[in-house]
């Protein structure tokens, strides 16, 4: 019973009918190569989803340093940072309003043109 060729890259061979039904490779040696290529693949891919994260992170705990926390900040000071204002770990409340979370990092835009950020 034919199963397949070999899921690996550059390998043309067939998979053995001995192997184990799920069987994507030819051996198991060729598994592992396969498993490391898929593991390389979702970390690159998870990096590349907390990168902007962590910067952005970054960026309002070093204002937070500078300012301090929960201290109304000019959105002047902000905007050289050219933030992605998008980006968001979740949310959280603080007196009543809703504010942004990026991990243990918070912050609230508030008229006219302010920003407080909070240590959650």
Known sequence: MKKGICELPGCEKDIPAWRHGNATTCC???GELLKKARDAAYYQKVRNTALPIIKLREYFND???KFGFE???DLNYVSPLKIDWSIKTGS???DGAMGVALGDIGYM???PHFIKIFKL
């Open 28 to 30: 198991d040696e060729h």
């Open 63 to 65: 204002l937070a340093n």
């Open 71 to 73: 201290v109304p900040i």
């Open 92 to 94: 959280f409340y603080k």
């Open 109 to 111: 835009l508030y008229q």
